[in-house]
């Protein structure tokens, strides 16, 4: 693989489902790296960080390139990359009954901000201990937030929820005691019932909310605020 003619430090045949996808480390700096991917098709899955081809490398992948073609991120992918931003390729989504995105791909990573507009499917705990994260842009036709997406994002100050969203599953934004606005929500029909550690908005803050989400749900929102 090659990227801005450099050379790949490290290669990996075993991120990947099919033959059709190529991952590497590009050194762009001292200790500093760009992992690539390139190719088409569906990259592999990992049940934990430690599992992942880059892993010795994580602290030092400052940047991520994926190639359009490629159809998913695996779950745990780019966990705990010091990655403050990523452009996403148009063709995550385009393989039938594949999510474009895997349980915790960016969990625990630097991103300050990500636009997720064009996935109307999201993983659960992809977005889950962000500290640095302060704006997430969810899809017009995004119809179901999944559990634990912003969980523990301690510097998200609001959030916008289409009118699409029917549905916002547990622990979605739990934890976040800097969410002082959530805006949206007009068709939301289900939210978890509050109680201990299960409600979607369980976000331990004393500072003054302010949203003007549904009515439908806002007597199930409030109950989740302590």
């Known amino acids: 693989i090659g990227y801005k003619n450099a050379t790949i430090s490290a290669a990996y045949d075993d991120a990947l489902y099919n033959d059709n996808i190529q991952a590497g480390l590009c050194e762009t700096g001292e200790s500093q790296y760009t992992l690539i991917c390139v190719g088409s098709g569906r990259m592999a899955d990992w049940s934990e960080l430690n599992y992942v081809p880059w892993n010795p490398y994580v602290a030092n992948i400052t940047a991520v390139h994926l190639a359009v073609g490629i159809n998913n991120i695996g779950a745990c992918a780019f966990e705990a990359l010091p990655i403050t931003s990523i452009d996403l390729p148009t063709s995550l989504g385009d393989m039938t009954g594949v999510n474009p995105f895997g349980q915790r791909c960016f969990s625990s990573s630097s991103l300050e901000s990500i636009s997720l507009l064009g996935f109307n499917k999201l993983a659960p705990l992809m977005l889950a201990n962000c500290q640095s994260l302060t704006s997430v842009e969810f899809d017009e036709n995004l119809t179901t937030i999944p559990w634990g997406i912003c969980a523990n994002c301690r510097n998200l100050p609001s959030v916008d929820i289409p009118a699409s969203v029917t549905t916002i599953q547990y ?20 939210m978890p019932n509050p109680g201990f550690d299960t409600g979607a908005f369980y976000v331990y803050t004393d500072e003054p909310i302010s949203t003007t989400i549904g009515s439908e749900a806002s007597d199930v929102l409030y109950d989740n605020y302590v």
């Open 171 to 190: 622990d979605a934004f739990e934890t976040c005691p800097a969410l002082t606005s959530i805006t949206g929500g007009e068709g939301i029909t289900t």
